[in-house]
């Protein structure tokens, strides 16, 4: 047990050394952390709290006193951008934990069961991952209505698939190896064979698919809230300060009100990217081989169908 | 191949059936009264006529029959009316669904081209210039949102230098196509970013990995020029796997421009969907479901067919 506990922490060690010497993730953890603390100190870092209203200075463009500007109402825009980014982040990340809950579960089941079970769950989630997503997190809020919670659980339900996928796979080619014939002949319960000596196996895919699943989130959150059916205006998100981008006259003439939300979202996705990317490359040397790899891109990017 | 396609045929039928049985199902849940869908609203406003009607048009059975007329009204092109602008959607449909089908086909077409041309030559030549580029475009056209690509492109070229209309399908007086063309070049601009992204990676990704194929080895080895190789080996292998997603792209004609009509204030399906989500305006959601998921089963239909042409073990295997 003693030595059972030590393999696992220089396992650990490894992994973590491997991580810091992969430049793509490194670059892409240093992009997250300063754009969290960002988030987190936005206060102090702009000076100003983000809904301080100062009509006088309103529609300000950039300068020393307010670096991104100010809105229409004054309120210093840096501030709105930082502190934005806390609902942002916070959305992506609790979304793409349940969505992998589901995906994890589902794909589990499905992949060790096979069969009818199996075909039926594969049929749905090709059908969720065809539907435009932008189309099917509409009609959830026309049914749920709009706020952060629902927005999250709308996520969750239209998201889960990419997880589904890899390990779906993963149990596929696992569930005839000779531990888990070795299970079954012990006599091990199903659940118990499943969750306990099968999935601890497929923890990279899934990790990778949860760094995928936080940029397509953030990402879909902006255009949810762009069109005015996400978040409520009231919290400062990404998307939601780019709501004032669908007035013509913001986009012609302050440029800075919807520059700045959109550019934090690309970079902060990009960072995402990047650490999902080492990731990959890390947790799965066989995936570093193209041919592999590629298969791997079918199931993250392509959000496409049948890989049966 | 014809009992393969029978066969794919005899998993459809189930499954439009289940997806317009959860669409009815989900729409009854919502607060908003069925029978103001199937009549005009002037008909609505006499509620002594309501009841009446209700009996019917058979509001008052049960719901399985319900859902059987509802199936075959739509099955004869009678979609109901909208709640918002009591216009019958069937109309709303006609007059949207071309201005969304120009600007995404137009997209998709322009999209693939360039992806595959890039893509093509991205793999030829790793670390060329088609190489870098893809790959710049590829890393950085995921983590833009679509949008801001229009809100970019607007500022720039229709406010900054106003070389281009900023939005709209038809502005008054443009009666040609020609005259209307400078209106489609900023949208289906945008709309092609947005599209390459993705494409263009796994088109790169896909040569590269039939570059390193034996057939592609034995060819070059047996003399044939490098640009019949890249073109009747490479090219035409690699063709597959992007086929496959081009056909699951195709749902996207439906419901895949909804944020960038939203920036060009362009009529189409895509604002259609907005107004009707902001205005619980079910029926015209329920249509517009129903019409995205036929697609989807169209183009997954067409998927088994092209992979089953591709690799002729899908066919004899059974599918599953």
Not at chain 2, 97 to 113: D, G, Q, R
């Amino acid at each position: 047990m003693q030595k059972k506990k030590q393999d696992r922490q220089s396992t650990a060690r490894i992994f973590i050394r491997n991580l810091l010497h992969n430049p793509s993730a490194v670059i892409g953890l240093t992009i997250i952390s300063i754009m969290i603390l960002c988030a987190v100190f936005a206060v102090q870092i702009s000076g100003v709290e983000p809904e301080y209203i100062d009509p006088i200075n309103g529609r300000l463009g950039p300068s020393l006193d307010h670096l991104m500007g100010t809105d229409q109402l004054g309120r210093d825009m840096l501030s709105r951008v930082l502190s934005g980014g806390r609902q942002s982040i916070y959305i992506g990340v609790i979304a793409s934990f349940l969505a992998n809950l589901i995906g994890t579960v589902l794909g589990a089941t499905a992949g060790y069961l096979g069969g009818k079970i199996d075909a039926v769950v594969m049929r749905v989630s090709e059908l969720v991952m065809t539907f435009p997503q932008l189309i099917l997190v509409l009609i959830f809020v026309s049914l749920l209505g709009q706020g952060i919670n629902n927005v999250i659980i709308v996520f969750a339900l239209t998201g889960w698939m990419t997880t589904f996928r890899l390990v779906r796979g993963e149990f596929f080619s696992l569930r005839e190896e000779a531990f888990v014939e070795a299970d079954r002949a012990f006599g091990f319960s199903k659940p118990r064979i499943i969750f306990r000596h099968i999935l601890p196996n497929t923890l990279s895919p899934i990790v990778v698919a949860f760094t995928i699943n936080i940029a397509i989130f953030i990402i879909a959150e902006a255009g949810l809230s762009f069109l005015g059916l996400g978040v409520p205006v009231t919290t400062p998100t990404w998307g939601n300060l780019l709501t004032a981008a669908q007035n013509p006259v913001v986009v012609d003439e302050y440029w800075w009100l919807w520059v700045f939300p959109a550019m934090s979202i690309a970079i902060f996705v990009l960072g995402v990217n990047f650490v999902g990317d080492g990731l990959r490359d890390v947790l799965d040397p066989r995936h570093k081989s193209l041919i592999a790899k590629s298969k791997w891109k079918v199931a993250l990017l392509g959000r496409l169908g049948s890989k049966k | 191949m014809v009992s393969f396609i029978v066969r794919r045929i005899a998993i459809l039928v189930p499954m439009a059936f289940t997806i317009s049985a959860l669409i009815f199902f989900a729409s009854r849940l919502s607060p908003i009264d069925p029978i103001l869908a199937m009549i005009p609203p002037d008909m609505a406003s006499d509620s002594a006529n309501l009841e009446q009607l209700r009996e019917e048009l058979g509001l008052n059975d049960h719901i399985v029959l319900q859902y059987l007329t509802w199936l075959k009204n739509i099955a004869t092109g009678d979609f109901g009316y909208s709640l918002q602008s009591g216009q019958q959607i069937s109309e709303i449909l006609a007059l949207r669904m071309p201005a969304t089908l120009e600007l995404v086909l137009s997209a998709l077409i322009l999209s693939t081209i360039l992806a595959l041309t890039l893509g093509l030559f991205a793999g030829a030549k790793k670390g060329g210039i088609a190489d870098k580029l893809s790959r710049v475009l590829g890393v950085v056209g995921i983590a833009i949102p679509d949008f801001f690509i229009g809100l970019a492109l607007l500022n720039v070229f229709a406010y900054r230098v106003s070389w281009l209309p900023s939005g709209n399908r038809v502005a008054p007086g443009q009666v040609t196509l020609w005259d209307r063309f400078p209106n489609y070049i900023l949208p289906v601009a945008t709309l092609t970013i947005a599209m390459l992204a993705v494409l263009i990676r796994y088109t790169r990704n896909s040569v590269l990995d039939t570059l390193n194929r034996d057939f592609v080895k034995t060819a070059r080895s047996k003399g044939v020029p490098e640009w019949r190789v890249l073109y009747s080996h490479v090219f035409r292998n690699s063709l597959g796997p992007v086929m496959v997603l081009l056909a699951f792209r195709l749902p996207l004609l439906v419901g895949g421009s909804i944020l960038v009509e939203t920036v060009f204030q362009w009529p189409g399906i895509g604002t259609t969907i907005i107004a009707a989500v902001t205005a619980s305006d079910y029926p015209v959601i329920m249509v517009v479901s129903m019409l995205i998921a036929m697609v989807i089963l169209f183009a997954s239909f067409l998927v088994d067919i092209v992979k089953s042409i591709l690799d002729p073990r899908v066919r004899l295997g059974g599918g599953n």
